[in-house]
């Protein structure tokens, strides 16, 4: 049963706070507080008890239905990577890759911009995550990094939609489709069988899950369903994440819960200390990156509800990866011990990745947090 969500009460009844679900208990029905209700007119009841029949999946597709989707050519490569393309009305081009992995799923790969004179902007690798991981194992001794591009993520299959029409599509012929917005559903299994990426029988699944992936040009949207099917012991994980080129995210600006605001800047290409090179705790739900470099080039970050942030020792991270990369964590629970997470528990989380060109953006802020140098 669906979490039930407060978010929009706010504009009802001044007292009410958003709630959303927490992490390490199953679902349940919240009751709506009774603060003021005496002040409460009818026609204010019951608009409360409409939006209070909201569940978390409502809640989210408010956020990813658009009235109107954006164009993008959708086409397979060979057996290992799909390319959807949205087009500027300059000619310039968006591409987003989906790349196959080794042991079966289909993760995020390169997200590049290419100018209408060619030149090409690579944002970021393959060789990393957008997508969730999380250290999962059926014993505290036995978790470690599953899903994503950890492995130990067993597809069970991928379908794709025209988000406009909802009618599937058929992207394994080679041909180039248009489509008015994409929308991909896979389903996997996260595993523990003591083998990596050897799934030995059902017994070995810890996880089912759905990732929905919402393509609208400029903007991704990705819902995390995760129904765990039998006690699960976590550790430090990762609910979205975001690498970046240093010369196009060498400076961060998170949004924190509180309202406070906090500018960090790493070093650009060529330059890294390694090591524990993190920004971290930052209560941010939402965060803007660009490159000292190429401050035109804009990117925004957000994540939905805030259970999927809490609990964290570390919040959301931005870390001084490499000498090329930086690299966005919005993190939950502890690397140092181990949280149980019941069966039959369910979690939803919904993550945004958008892309903006601002020719005028400046900063001329001040920098809260070199980290890196």
Known sequence: MKKLLFFFLATVMLACTFAGCTPNETNSESSVPADNSAETSDETSTETSEEEKMT????????????????????????????????????????????????GTWNIGDWTYIEANGTRHAFDGGSTDFENV????????????????????????????????????????????????????EHTQIYDSGTENVMNSEDDVLVNMERIYTLNGPDIYLECNVD?????????????????????????????????????????????????????????????????QNPKFQFEVEVYDESMLDPSTYYTRYW????????????????????????????????????????????????????GF
């Open 134 to 185: 999380y250290i999962f194992g059926k014993t505290a001794g036995s978790a470690t990094f599953r899903g994503g591009n950890h492995g130990n993520d067993h597809l069970v299959d991928i379908k794709f939609f025209d988000a406009t029409t909802g009618e599937e599509v058929d992207l394994t012929d080679g041909q180039e489709h248009e489509m008015k917005g994409v929308r991909i559903v």
């Open 228 to 292: 765990f099917v039998k006690d699960t012991y976590a550790k430090i994980g990762y609910t979205t994440m975001f690498p970046i080129a240093k010369k196009y995210g060498d400076m961060i600006k998170f949004t924190n819960i509180d309202g406070t605001e906090k500018v960090v800047q790493t070093p650009v290409v060529g330059t890294s200390q390694y090591g524990n090179n993190f920004s971290d705790y930052n209560k941010s739900m939402k965060v803007n990156i660009w490159g000292s």
């Open 320 to 371: 001084d990866m490499n000498t090329s990369h930086n690299k966005l964590y919005f993190s939950i629970y502890n690397n140092n011990s181990a949280t149980k997470i019941p069966a039959e528990t369910h979690w939803d989380a919904l993550a945004r990745w958008s892309f903006n060109i601002d020719e005028d953006f400046t900063f001329d802020g001040t920098v809260d947090q070199k980290v």
């Open 56 to 103: 978390t999946d409502e809640y989210f597709q408010t956020i990813t239905k658009k009235d109107e989707y954006n164009t993008i050519k959708a086409k397979k490569y060979g057996v290992d990577r799909f390319n959807f393309t949205y087009f500027y009305s300059d000619g310039a081009r968006l591409v987003l890759y989906l790349i196959h992995k080794s042991w």
